[in-house]
């Protein structure tokens, strides 16, 4: 019979999976994040989860499945939202998102948390996919991008451009979406763009 194992031998892969908190500076102010670590020496490829506009949806549900597929998954709130301090603004999401972006793969928390800094990928979706796609565009180290239902902003600054009351047309329609103050995040609902300011453009009819 083979001698039972010693209480001080750990059981299973080692070390185990883990959740950490983790923080970020950008633009003077802290940004809150969730890093799924997976279970093993690693190094682990990192995804950063980029989420769209702050509602109810924050992708922790990307990044379970993520690390269950062996991939270490970030979930960070960009400056504004979610409890982080500074002001919510589509130029803060994208500044966010790059500084996340590099930060991952900074030597002192890649040690930290087992991360390969030679293989990170972004995932994004709605107003997180236009990120997920600005920053890969201006990060050459981004090894993959995702973007799913990615919100466009370029068209919806053509949009703005072309006409001269778009603009504060499409502030006001994003404004009335909003939640008051005090409301929670079961209150908050995705904007729509006022009649005119997002138009979909047909694509050229082929020759057969």
């Known amino acids: ?46 995804v ?42 589509w130029g803060h999401v994208l500044e966010d998102a790059a500084r996340v972006t590099r930060a991952v793969r900074e030597e002192a928390a890649a040690a930290e948390h087992r991360l390969d800094p030679g293989r990170p990928a972004l995932v994004g979706h709605s107003l997180g996919g236009f990120a997920a796609l600005m920053t890969a565009a201006q990060d050459s180290a981004v090894r993959a991008v995702v973007s799913v239902a990615a919100f466009d902003l370029g068209v919806a600054a053509v949009g703005c451009r072309a006409d001269p009351g778009a603009r504060e047309a499409y502030a006001a329609g994003w404004q009335d979406e909003l939640p008051p103050a005090d409301a929670g995040p079961s209150r908050h609902r995705f904007p729509r763009s006022p009649p005119g300011v997002l138009k979909r453009v047909k694509p050229p009819v082929q020759a057969p």
């Open 1 to 46: 019979m083979a001698d039972a194992p010693a209480d001080d031998v750990p059981i299973g892969p080692v070390p185990p999976a883990s959740t950490p908190a983790v923080t970020f500076i950008s633009g003077g102010h802290t940004l809150l994040g969730v890093l799924h670590v997976p279970a093993g020496p690693g190094p682990h490829p990192v």
């Open 48 to 89: 950063v989860l980029l989420h769209g506009f702050p509602g109810n949806e924050r992708n922790f549900d990307l990044a379970q499945a993520l690390r269950q597929a062996g991939y270490a998954a970030l979930v960070f709130h960009y400056r504004g939202s979610w409890g982080v301090g500074g002001s919510y603004a």
